[in-house]
T-cell receptor
Framework: DVKVTQSSRYLVKRTGEKVFLECVQD?????MFWYRQDPGLGLRLIYFSYDVKMKEKGDIPEGYSVSREKKERFSLILESASTNQTSMYLC??????????????FGPGTRLTVL | AQKVTQAQTEISVVEKEDVTLDCVYETRDTTYYLFWYKQPPSGELVFLIRRNSFDEQNEISGRYSWNFQKSTSSFNFTITASQVVDSAVYFCALRGLYNQGGKLIFGQGTELSVKP
């Protein structure tokens, strides 16, 4: 079974704080993703990484950065948290295959509240 | 541009009723993949099914079935004889063959509530 874990289920931070969200997968997947989920908007891609030290912007990268120093770990960083970043954050991973049919598997999510 | 629309925001049914969740998509790609995920109250998205654009055969897995109609750009999901454990938010998603990094485009989600 694919296992994607996230460091916290619930997190409360103050405006202006630097926030780290960690994601770890144990299936040797090349691709990793960070989404945020908001009511009525579904999931929106923030950043993704297709290899160690590689990263690409998704649809809503503003206010976020990422780090991938090891294959199994992908971190999302909020440099200076703001109230509009209160959301559910979901990490996912997938294997890169030549058939392009890789399925993304998700972690349990981190519900972040910024006060 | 790619887009997925799940017009039903919330659905409420009584146990044992059949229920269909609608999904309509837009893409210019000729090769693409469609997905359904289930998000129970615990929060984790659970993968249910993947279909590619060349395979229009309907699929059945237990009480779940999927109807892929390329002519209407729809990929609907039916739960037969619904159960309380089916209560969750369901997401439909699309990925074009050349989507950078395998990026998924999600619909807004449909919250299904099955009452005993």
């Amino acid at each position: 079974d694919v296992k994607v874990t996230q460091s916290s289920r619930y997190l409360v931070k103050r405006t202006g704080e630097k926030v780290f969200l960690e994601c770890v997968q144990d299936m040797d997947h090349e691709n990793m993703f960070w989404y945020r989920q908001d009511p009525g908007l579904g999931l929106r891609l923030i950043y993704f990484s297709y290899d160690v030290k590689m990263k690409e912007k998704g649809d809503i990268p503003e206010g976020y950065s990422v780090s991938r120093e090891k294959k199994e770990r992908f971190s999302l960083i909020l440099e200076s948290a703001s109230t509009n970043q209160t959301s559910m954050y979901l990490c996912a991973s997938s294997k890169r295959t030549s058939a392009h049919t890789d399925t993304q598997y998700f972690g349990p999510g981190t519900r972040l509240t910024v006060l | 541009a790619q887009k997925v629309t799940q017009a039903q925001t919330e659905i409420s049914v009584v146990e044992k009723e059949d229920v269909t969740l609608d999904c309509v998509y837009e893409t210019r790609d000729t090769t693409y993949y469609l997905f359904w995920y289930k998000q129970p109250p615990s929060g984790e998205l659970v993968f249910l099914i993947r279909r590619n654009s060349f395979d229009e055969q309907n699929e059945i897995s237990g009480r779940y079935s999927w109807n892929f109609q390329k002519s209407t750009s729809s990929f609907n999901f039916t739960i037969t004889a619904s159960q309380v454990v089916d209560s969750a938010v369901y997401f439909c998603a699309l990925r074009g063959l050349y989507n950078q990094g395998g990026k998924l485009i999600f619909g807004q989600g449909t919250e299904l509530s099955v009452k005993p």
